[in-house]
């Protein structure tokens, strides 16, 4: 009977020992999870330094280049609408607002004079553009009707009781009539009233296109040097094709397309800001 009894004591200890050693053992590896947890924290906070935020400049650019974007597109499409409604407006008389054309741009201008073809010059290589609307007025929507290179005629212009030339770019050209000789049904010489879009220098061609005045070549128009060159006043029209003369020129020859992809670059540097911001978080936050 004793024996038994120091037997199930024994066995009672036994398993005493067992749990006390569990909850013994079990505990310090509880601590040792979240002493790891903690110094996994700490980590990070230790990771939250100087090329952090250098990172953290990468979302907040792209965000402030896609906040650009929206302000670009806005200015586009006013400008796309200012310019319609400039060369749908009613032409006005030039020497009526001789003081105010820098401010005139694409507005139609009437005028009446007649051409000098004694001090023609091309601008070439150019090719012809096709007008959708045939009437008095030109229309934004142009396309490119032929890749085959002409060039552009360029003639002073006497303006009627005047006593200053205008140029006037007559239109296009194909490379088989570039000699006047060859297209003298359209060289008139009487007096007449043409209608043209008011243009300035095309400063974005001049940046790597250049005239030679001295050799009569010219690639692109700059008003400033071809009035010096042929002796008249810096006023440059692009004539429409409805005063166009038949057999000579083909007017309407104004690109006035503009492109607006703002919007696909609003998307783009929205999404990379969303994208690097979402990687930043997850490696310094999260």
Partial sequence: MISRQILFVRRYVSNQLSVFRHVHISKPMYQSNN?????TKRNKKDKFDSGALFLLMIPVSTFALGCWQVSRRKWKINLIEKLKSRIQAE??????????LPDLEYYPIRVRG??????????????????????????????????????HVITPFRVANRNFDILVNRGYVSLDL?????????????????????RSTDYLSAMWNKNEPSKNIWHVRDVAEMAATIKTAPIFIDEVKSTSVAGGPIGGQTNIQLRNEHLSYIATWFSLSALTTFMWLRKYIL
């Fill in 91 to 100: 032409p006005i008389s030039l020497l009526e607002n001789l003081d105010i």
């Fill in 178 to 198: 570039r000699d006047p000789s060859t297209r003298l049904a359209g060289q008139i010489e009487d007096e007449h009233e043409i209608i043209g879009l008011l």
């Fill in 114 to 151: 007649k051409f000098d073809h004694s001090r023609e010059i091309l601008i070439e290589p150019r090719s012809r553009l096709d007008v959708s609307n045939h009437e008095n007025q030109v229309s934004l929507q142009q396309s490119r009707a032929s890749k085959v290179p002409g060039a």
């Fill in 35 to 39: 002493r790891s947890f903690t110094l």
